[in-house]
């Protein structure tokens, strides 16, 4: 994307609460677009640029439940046939 800044302190803002909800990859994405609008050495991102990027977090999201649910459901699948 090229929004990555060189802000340690803010590098590790996830809330240690929100573990499980959003996967590194999209939060990662969100927080450069946050960074990025606010950055007063660059210039801002356009109303575009930022709409495309939350798409590809919210794309990187919807991947990883799907993941998530398949080896949920390949998990249960398993034991299932461990039990017959």
Not at 16 to 44: E, Q, S, T, W
């Amino acid at each position: 994307m090229g929004l990555v800044l060189q802000q340690p302190l803010l590098m590790n803002l996830k809330d240690p609460n929100m573990k499980g909800f959003i996967p590194n990859g999209a939060f990662d994405l969100f927080k450069d677009i946050a960074l990025a609008c606010v950055d007063l050495k660059h210039k801002r991102p356009t109303a575009d640029k930022i709409t495309q990027e939350f798409k590809n977090a919210l794309r990187i999201q919807r991947i990883k439940e799907k993941e998530k649910k398949f080896r949920a459901w390949r998990f249960a699948v398993y034991h299932e046939e461990e039990e017959v």
